[in-house]
């Protein structure tokens, strides 16, 4: 896929100013088949194994940042602490493996009917994401 021009535009769409190294990042995110999860530490991690160039965690953080802002991500929090970004924003379920620390995506096929039966006044509900904790058996 490698495409540049299309990164470019998803930057700029974003408010950002296409650099090298916000370039980099839109290819690790967007230029593979199957779609990832990641938190913010481990996509540093793979962008320090990918780019010989530096690339500030801040860079990493407001370019991420900006993407989920624009709706080319989405955030899904475990808990108060972790927090962890989709490259497939629509609306699905996860599992979140304690042991791993991995997210694996769980398709709405793959749930039943949820019912939420609690009407809160002046709101509708937008979308309903069920996260599964999961752990190791042994």
């Known amino acids: 896929m490698s495409n540049n021009s299309v990164f470019i535009e998803k930057l700029r769409s974003s408010g950002l100013r296409p650099t090298r190294q916000r370039v980099q990042i839109c290819k690790i995110l967007f230029d593979r088949q199957k779609t990832f999860h990641f938190s913010i530490k481990d996509l540093a991690k793979m962008i320090a194994n990918d780019f010989s160039e530096k690339v500030s965690l801040a860079t990493v953080y407001n370019t991420i940042h900006a993407f989920k802002k624009r709706g080319y991500l989405?955030?899904?929090?475990?808990?108060?602490?972790?927090?962890?970004?989709d490259t497939n924003t629509s609306n699905h379920h996860h599992f979140f493996n304690e042991s791993t620390n991995e997210l694996i995506?769980?398709?709405?096929n793959e749930v039943g009917k949820i019912n939420i039966k609690k009407k809160i006044p002046g709101k509708k509900i937008k979308s309903v994401e069920v996260l599964v904790k999961i752990a190791n058996s042994n």
């Open 74 to 85: 989405k955030e899904i929090s475990i808990n108060s602490d972790k927090t962890y970004f």
């Open 105 to 108: 995506d769980l398709e709405n």
